[in-house]
C-alpha cells in the first residue's frame, strides 16, 4: 500500500495509473499535479485524484511525505519538472516517468537530480490511446501491457521495486532495458509508425482533392493512420528526443520504399509478393508468439 502518490500530468497516461492504483487499493491519497486547471477540476470530479495542485504552486505541501511521484506529462518537460521538485524531495520518496523516451529523461535526471539521482527510476509503460485528457484515463490500459523500466546504476533495488511494484498494481508486466536499447527498439516499433502515419495524412489532407480522398478512406485508412489521432505536442517531443535512433529506423524506410518503388516501376510482380508475403508472415508470427499472449486493448489504443 502506497500511503501518498503524486501525479504530474492528469490526462491518459496519468489518470489511467491512478484509476488502475485506486481500483487495486494499492493507494491511500492521490495528488494531481497539472498545468490545466480545467484537466484538474476534471480530474476531480471524476474521482481520479483525491486533491489537486497547480505547478507552481504548494509544490513542498504537495509532495511532502509522498511514497512515489510519476512524471506523465511530455519529455520536454522532465528537466523543468524535476527541478521544481528537487528542493523539496523528501530522502524516502521515489520518482519515477512515463515518457516514450528514455536516453533523454535520463541525461536530464543526471544533469538536474544531484545526490538525489538515485531517487529517479525511468520507466515507459507500453499502453496508450489517441485520445486524452481525464476523460480518456481508463482503469484497465494497463492491463496485461508490459511496462518498461531502465534502472540506473545508482538505483537502490528496493527502489526499482517500488515502481515496478506500483505498475503491476495497475495490471502491467514488467521488462527491463537500457535506455539506449529502449530507444532504438522504439524508435523502429513505435516512433517510426506514428511519424509516417502523421505524413500520410498531412499528405493527403494538403491535396486540392482532399475531400474526395477522405469520403472514399474506408477500414484500412482508417487502422493505419489510427495513431495519427495522437497528441501532436508529445509526438513532437517525442521526435525530437529520439533524434538520432529515429532517423536512423527512417533511412532504412527510405531505403525499402525505393527498393520497392523500384520493383513496382520495372512491373516486377515477383518482387512485390516476396515482399508483401515476407511481410505477412512477419506480423503473422508476431501475433501469434507475443500478441496473442495479451489480452486485446481497448478499440482505439495505440502504442506509445
Known amino acids: 500500500m502506497l500511503n501518498k502518490v503524486v501525479i504530474f500530468g492528469v490526462g491518459l497516461i496519468g489518470g489511467s495509473f491512478a484509476r488502475g492504483l485506486k481500483q487495486a487499493g494499492a493507494v491511500r491519497h492521490l495528488v494531481g499535479v497539472d498545468r490545466s486547471e480545467a484537466f484538474l477540476a476534471r480530474a476531480l470530479e471524476l474521482g481520479i485524484i483525491d486533491s489537486a495542485i497547480r505547478p507552481g504552486y504548494r509544490f513542498e505541501e504537495a509532495i511532502a511525505g509522498a511514497d512515489l511521484i510519476l512524471l506523465a506529462a511530455p519529455v520536454a518537460q522532465t528537466a523543468r519538472i524535476l527541478q521544481s521538485i528537487l528542493p523539496h524531495l523528501d530522502a524516502s520518496t521515489i520518482v519515477t516517468d512515463a515518457g516514450s523516451t528514455k536516453s533523454d529523461v535520463v541525461a536530464a535526471a543526471r544533469a538536474v537530480m544531484g545526490d538525489k539521482l538515485s531517487q529517479f527510476v525511468p520507466g515507459h509503460p507500453i499502453a496508450g490511446r489517441e ?35 506500483a505498475w503491476k498494481a495497475c495490471g502491467a508486466i514488467i521488462h527491463t532495458l537500457t535506455p539506449e536499447e529502449h530507444d532504438k527498439v522504439f524508435a523502429a516499433v513505435s516512433h517510426l509508425p506514428h ?31 489510427r495513431i495519427a489521432g495522437s497528441s501532436p505536442e508529445m509526438w513532437r517531443d517525442i521526435s525530437l528526443a529520439n533524434q538520432a535512433a529515429l532517423l536512423t529506423e527512417l533511412d532504412a524506410y527510405l531505403a525499402q520504399l525505393t527498393r520497392l518503388r523500384a520493383s513496382l516501376a520495372a512491373g516486377d510482380a515477383a518482387a512485390l509478393e516476396a515482399t508483401y508475403a515476407n511481410a505477412q508472415r512477419a506480423r503473422r508470427q508476431w501475433i501469434e508468439t507475443i500478441e496473442a499472449a495479451e489480452p486485446p486493448q481497448p478499440k482505439d489504443a495505440a502504442a506509445e
Open 195 to 225: 511519424l509516417l502515419a502523421y505524413a500520410l495524412v498531412d499528405d493527403i489532407e494538403r491535396k486540392p482533392h482532399s475531400d474526395l480522398l477522405f469520403q472514399y478512406a474506408a477500414s484500412g485508412f482508417r487502422d493505419f493512420t
Open 131 to 165: 485520445t486524452n485528457g481525464p476523460d480518456a484515463a481508463i482503469v484497465d490500459l494497463y492491463k496485461g501491457k508490459k511496462t518498461v523500466l531502465t534502472p540506473l546504476a545508482e538505483n537502490d533495488p528496493a527502489a526499482v521495486e517500488r515502481v515496478a511494484n
